[in-house]
């Protein structure tokens, strides 16, 4: 069956500009998950949504990130005024519920110039 | 969410058996843990979680000693295609608990 999927797979964008990434979780999965992956690293929690609501968003790092699930299904990650330092990849996960497994979508690498 | 601790590295070759264990000292009794592994220019994939003793699936084993203050993940007869970054996450009952918290993660490289 179709996994979660994540367009575009790659985005460069320049410094200053706004960039919008997509997320189309497994269908039925009510839980949809954020990360951000630096070089090297593990990826880190960014912000979860259970159906269209946004039920924490602790770990996204300024209110230049920005996130939305309006439907309960797609979700978008938008980044206002890029910085160098947001350069990462980008997950999106989707599971059943809170304490099921996460599938992982093959992430957006974003490269701000 | 309790803190992990594994080796960066590990090298391997093929048909070996490896074990990556993870330490975990400040676990939970209601803590899981959960292994995750991840290829390059993918995401993480769910491989193993357990909450005690041994646990056992088509990819791996899951050993957890009594006092669950590590655990060792095992890959039997490693392949090339074995070479991946394997990540030890320890959360609540479900092991998906909200967020996951990724460490670095054992880089496993398996050579012919």
């Known amino acids: 069956g179709a996994g979660v999927s994540q367009s575009p797979r790659y985005k460069v964008a320049k410094r200053g500009q706004d960039v919008a990434l997509r997320c189309d979780p497994i269908?039925?999965?009510?839980?949809l998950f954020w990360y951000q992956q630096a070089l090297g690293q593990g990826p880190e929690f960014l912000t979860y949504?259970?159906?269209?609501?946004?039920?924490?968003k602790s770990g996204l790092p300024s209110d230049r990130f920005f996130a939305e699930r309006p439907e309960g299904s797609v979700s978008t990650l938008k980044i206002q005024r890029t910085q160098q330092e947001d350069s990462a990849v980008y997950l999106c996960?989707?599971?059943?519920?809170?304490?099921?497994?996460?599938?992982f979508g093959p992430g957006t690498r974003l490269t701000v110039t | 969410l309790a803190k992990t601790t594994q080796p960066i590295s590990m090298d391997s070759y093929e048909g070996q058996e490896v074990n990556i264990t993870c330490s975990h000292n400040n676990i939970a009794t209601n803590d899981y843990i959960t292994w995750y592994q991840q290829f390059p220019s993918q995401g993480p994939r769910f491989i193993i979680q357990g909450y005690k003793t041994k646990v056992t699936n088509e990819v791996a084993s899951l050993f957890i000693p009594a006092d669950r203050k590590s655990s060792t993940l095992s890959l039997p007869r490693v392949s090339l295609s074995d070479t991946a970054v394997y990540y030890c996450l320890v959360g609540r009952e479900g092991g998906s608990q909200g967020n996951l918290i990724f460490g670095k993660g054992t880089k496993l490289s398996v050579k012919p």
């Open positions: 996960a989707s599971s059943p519920g809170m304490n099921y497994e996460q599938y």
């Open positions: 949504f259970q159906n269209e609501a946004q039920l924490d």
């Open positions: 269908s039925g999965h009510v839980s």
